[in-house]
């Protein structure tokens, strides 16, 4: 696994600890939850933001993402890369899942502090968009790592899906749709799932011997 992404499997264990910490000790909502949302709607409201945050969360929907695995499955079997797509497949589809799951035991409830400026359809934690966008473009960001020796280059493709993952969830609470923790919690979920299915896919490869699987 590319260094990169391990520095960003490490900052998704260490914001686990971090939720989990200020879950012993207080409860949801937050006290940040609370500042931050209603923070946002006071001191950042614009128009224009609110027409970017659309569009940012837009590309963290099912449908975005479905076609997003769907091709990049696509592009792996046109390589040979059966294994591979498999995987990118199975998480994408077991990820989803495990957060529809979650989503239900939990059962909490949307924010109330702010009017939503999006539709909005099912509980709030985790933030779907966050995890989901985070299982997707990360899988794509370690597959397009695989394309290059370089490493800046290599470094670069994380960080612009780190941004682009970091803008999705963010876009969620200036929508007032999600409270920042569960975001924080998508984005812990989505990366450590993402590298996880990565990790034990290249470990698959290596004990089968097979480059092209």
């Known amino acids: 696994m590319p260094m990169a992404l391990r520095g960003v499997a490490a900052g998704a264990m260490a914001l686990t600890l971090l939720l989990m910490l200020g879950l012993a000790v207080d409860h949801w909502p937050f006290a940040w939850d609370r500042a931050i949302l209603t923070g946002l709607r006071t001191h950042a409201r614009s128009e224009g933001l609110r027409a970017v945050a659309v569009d940012f969360t837009a590309l ?45 035991m939990v059962s909490r409830p949307r924010p109330d502090l702010v ?19 985070a299982m997707v473009y990360l899988t794509l960001a370690a597959l397009a790592t695989q394309l290059t020796g370089h490493r800046r280059a290599r470094h670069a493709i994380v960080a612009i899906a780190v941004l682009l ?8 609470v200036y ?23 990565w990790w034990a896919t290249a470990a698959a490869r290596r004990s089968w011997g097979g480059a092209r699987q």
């Open 165 to 172: 993952v970091g803008a999705i969830g963010a876009s969620r």
């Open 115 to 133: 009017p939503h400026w999006v539709d909005v359809h099912n509980a709030s934690f985790p933030s779907g968009h966050a995890a989901g966008s």
């Open 60 to 104: 963290g929907s099912v449908p975005v993402l479905i076609l997003a695995v769907a091709g990049a499955a696509m592009l792996l079997l046109a390589r040979g890369w059966w294994l591979l797509a498999l995987a990118t497949v199975a998480s994408g589809i077991s990820g989803g899942a495990v957060v529809t799951w979650v989503k239900h």
């Open 175 to 197: 929508l007032g749709v999600h409270w920042p923790s569960d975001v924080a919690a998508g984005w812990c979920f989505g990366t450590l799932w993402a590298l996880g299915w």
